[in-house]
């Protein structure tokens, strides 16, 4: 795999040593077991998989390469480069301007940019939309498009599927950016609707087999669907591809399910003429860490810790994941954890940070499970692993630690 050059301040001396020792022992990814760092009073396990993916490095890479050939231009991001705050704020002091927010109100009109401005595209993608607004600016928006390959990947899909007659089903969240982006690719090309969880995908599904009247539709997906969306022609005919950060099993679940409703109605013999069978457009990376997430259940911790974006989709499913069987916190840094007895940690599920005590329990030897984001400097878990330490009274070299895995 390609490697890329990002600034040596987003890596790390722990954590590069760990994913190069990983890498040798395990070149094919086959082994997702966590790697234990033993340590006096405490155990870190560290996901076999996490933080920067290629999507990630790639779109950092380029975003710098902006700044450095164009030092006497102004350079704008269309929003923010991925989600993570630690890597935004970064790229704003390099002089970089946000456009948009991860909403996509505007901040920065777009007629306020000229043509020799630079325009850099997020590793999300944006809409044909706003390709066209730059375009019709005369702004060049290929040089510098950091757009994940494994994103364009599920626009390609959804374009194939459009092409053979499918209504494309987006797994998705609607206001995300890669959302959106890939909705108006999709809807370029076919009838598309975007669904968020299995209890819409439910809902579509009674629509499907005629237990919801069709005009419930329009209400309960209001905003999700494109223009001229017919229920009662586009629903006979489907394939589903998904945001590349949402949970794996959740995307299967709804894919099986669709399919069951379209085998209840239409049969056996015909079920390949009216669901696509898709295979599952998550993107590598996303696959390998919630993979090592589960992986890391299979372990016994007193809790665990995620490092990321609050706004980070494939993070929050980390959390998701882990908070079925440990504590969990989720933190954007080493500075959410205050003291031994304090940690501020995002809540998923209401959006706010919350102050929890006692978080590490007063016990001899506490054992950790840590993972991150996508989007998540390994330099930052580096730091969340030296404040654990700290607050521990950790005494043994962790260059000690390192020759033992």
Not at 100 to 113: C, K, M, R, S
Not at 188 to 211: C, F, Q, R
Not at 292 to 308: K, Q, R
Not at 335 to 353: A, L, T
Request: proline residues 4%.
């Amino acid at each position: 795999m390609k490697k890329f050059d990002i600034p040596s301040f987003y890596r790390s001396p722990i954590i590069s040593h760990v994913k190069v020792k990983r890498k040798i022992q395990d070149p094919r990814k086959q082994d997702y077991t966590p790697t234990h760092l033993y340590f006096n009073n405490v155990t870190i396990s560290l996901a076999r998989h996490f933080g920067f993916c290629y999507g990630v490095e790639n779109a950092i890479e380029i975003a710098y390469k902006a700044v450095k050939e164009n030092p006497d231009k102004r350079i704008f991001l269309l929003s923010q480069m991925i989600h993570n705050p630690a890597v935004n704020e970064d790229l704003e002091e390099q002089g970089i301007v946000f456009l948009q927010d991860t909403e996509g109100n505007q901040l920065i009109p777009f007629e306020q940019l000229h043509s020799e401005d630079i325009v850099i595209i997020p590793a999300f993608g944006t809409t044909i939309e706003i390709e066209k607004k730059l375009i019709d600016l005369g702004i060049d928006i290929q040089t510098y498009n950091t757009t994940c390959p494994f994103v364009e990947k599920v626009w390609n899909r959804s374009g194939k599927l459009g092409a053979q007659g499918h209504t494309v089903i987006i797994h998705g969240k609607a206001s995300h950016e890669e959302t959106r982006a890939t909705f108006s690719q999709s809807a370029n090309k076919a009838p598309t609707l975007i669904i968020k969880d299995m209890e819409e995908a439910v809902y579509l599904g009674k629509i499907i087999s005629g237990d919801v009247e069709m005009h419930n539709f329009f209400s309960f997906f209001e905003g999700k669907y494109t223009p001229d969306f017919d229920p009662s022609i586009h629903l006979n005919r489907i394939g589903i591809v998904n945001q590349t950060t949402m949970l794996a099993s959740e995307t299967e679940g709804i894919t099986n399910y669709l399919r069951s409703v379209m085998l209840t109605k239409f049969g056996e013999e015909e079920i390949k003429q009216h669901i696509a069978d898709t295979r599952d457009t998550l993107c590598y990376a996303t696959n390998d860490n919630q993979t090592s997430t589960l992986s890391l259940m299979e372990n016994e911790v007193d809790l665990a810790i995620v490092v990321g974006g609050y706004n980070s989709s494939n993070t929050s499913h980390l959390v998701e994941i882990l908070e079925q069987k440990f504590p969990t916190y989720f933190i954007a840094d080493e500075s959410g954890i205050i003291s031994k007895d304090e940690i501020h940690s995002y809540n998923i599920h209401q959006k706010f940070v919350e102050q929890k005590n006692n978080f590490l329990p007063d016990k001899p030897h506490i054992r950790i499970a840590l993972t991150s984001g996508a989007s998540c400097p390994d330099a930052i878990v580096d730091e969340v692993i030296q404040r654990i330490l700290a607050l521990c009274n950790e005494d043994k070299p962790i260059d000690e630690v390192l020759l033992t895995i």
